[in-house]
């Protein structure tokens, strides 16, 4: 059984807040102040350049991928790090979409994430392919013999409702379809199986839910049966089958490390390693059954409390990740009386209020603070002052 007690204890917890935002940017492990402190001071400062030797950092992309690829359901040397999230999706559809040379429809739903719409829509305009959106019950019956790549985030950032990956991936390749899963929303949320589905490619961040801080590196998977296929169209020199042989043509690396591209952000991945510790002792199994008490118990507390708050999650456990929202129209005002309450959710337009639940440190204490304050917000209606209406450059 997972010691969700200590897992709780090993992240830094500011006095008086209760955390529901999660799902945006992880609290700050403790050990990972330490390690980057250790970092900076141990190796930079005096390694210097011989670090990327002595101190491992070549090839730490991949030594931590290692680590995320058993939080996903994927295998050793399968995962490699780098970069932000939107270039990973950029590298995963722009690889599939080459697969499949004779078609030229990306479908994704939207639900989806604006980046990943935006990274597909201008691949599409570079290779003259065309990126359809559909609504995302309508997925499954827009999966045609006319596309070449589906791509899909498993969990909506809005609403937290989850897609089948293995359902959709097997009725994709029953159509020649190649899909590219984004696991934004997914790892460390909910117990991801990506080698059981038989997915082909996956991409993820890891300032969410795997608390690496903000900006640490993202992360891609290709499934080993396409991955020394697979073309990385961003073809960098730290994806090169030799980089220190300063070849003029590119030739990919085996595996997953084509799909590195530049040097690797070495401060941020460390703080990320550190991150990664506190989730050693953790079975995915019990994190998600843990996730689904937390999220019932929020959701049944709000409807009991709050009556005027319009649920905007499923119902279904079986049918959501590790996130609940509600609407309101006046959403954004009640989100920040919340927030100068101690109460950290999120606010996404036009009028979600939307709070992240994560096993490792949240529970039920967190619940119960949540809906009781949230309650005497809309009891008191004291959400309806001058400071709580004004806008912030982020929400
Ligand atoms: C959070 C998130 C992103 C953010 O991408 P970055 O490049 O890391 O800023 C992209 N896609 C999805 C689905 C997300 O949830």
Redesign the pocket.
């Known amino acids: 059984m997972t010691d969700f007690n200590a897992t709780r204890r090993a992240f830094h917890l500011p006095a008086g807040i209760t955390y529901l935002d999660g799902n945006s940017l992880g609290p700050m492990p403790i050990g990972a102040e330490q390690r980057v402190a250790q970092m900076m001071v141990g190796e930079w400062s005096e390694m210097l350049i011989t670090g990327w030797n002595r101190a491992g950092w070549y090839h730490q992309p991949r030594k931590v991928g290692d680590r995320v690829a058993r939080l996903i359901g994927a295998g050793p040397g399968q995962v490699v790090m780098g970069d932000?999230?939107?270039i990973k999706?950029f590298q995963a559809v722009s690889a599939a979409r080459v697969m499949r040379p004779d078609r030229r429809v990306i479908l994704s739903d939207s639900g989806?994430?604006p980046?990943?719409l935006y990274v597909a829509q201008g691949l599409a305009r570079a290779v003259g392919a065309e990126l359809r959106v559909v609504a995302p019950e309508e997925v499954e019956a827009n999966i045609t013999d006319d596309l070449a790549v589906l791509m899909i985030?498993e969990v909506d950032?809005r609403t937290g409702r989850r897609h089948d990956m293995k359902a959709l991936t097997r009725k994709a390749h029953e159509h020649g379809v190649l899909t590219v899963w984004?696991l934004?929303?997914s790892a460390g949320a909910v117990d991801v199986d990506l080698l059981g589905a038989d997915a082909d490619f996956a991409v993820g961040?890891t300032y969410?839910y795997l608390n690496g801080g903000p900006g640490s590196p993202?992360f891609i998977w290709t499934n080993p049966r396409l991955a020394d296929e697979a073309e990385p169209i961003l073809q960098g020199w730290m994806g090169h089958a030799a980089p220190f042989a300063f070849d003029l043509e590119y030739h990919p690396a085996k595996g997953i490390e084509r799909m590195r591209v530049g040097t690797p952000p070495v401060i941020a991945m460390t703080g990320l390693d550190a991150a990664l510790d506190v989730w050693d002792g953790v079975d995915m199994a019990d994190l998600r059954a843990r996730s689904i008490e937390l999220t019932e118990a929020f959701i049944h507390g709000v409807e009991a409390t709050s009556p005027d708050l319009i649920l905007n999650t499923p119902r279904d456990p079986a049918q959501r990740g590790s996130q609940v929202s509600f609407r309101h129209p006046q959403g954004y005002a009640i989100m920040q009386a919340l927030i100068a309450e101690g109460v950290i959710g999120d606010f996404r337009a036009p009028d979600v209020l939307r709070f992240g639940f994560a096993p490792l440190y949240n529970d039920r204490d967190d619940v119960s603070q949540a809906v009781e304050v949230l309650g005497e917000i809309l009891r008191k209606s004291s959400w309806d002052r001058p400071e709580f209406h004004q806008k912030s450059a982020v929400t």
């Open positions: 932000t999230l939107s999706v989806n994430f980046s990943d985030t950032y984004d934004a929303h961040c969410k993202a």
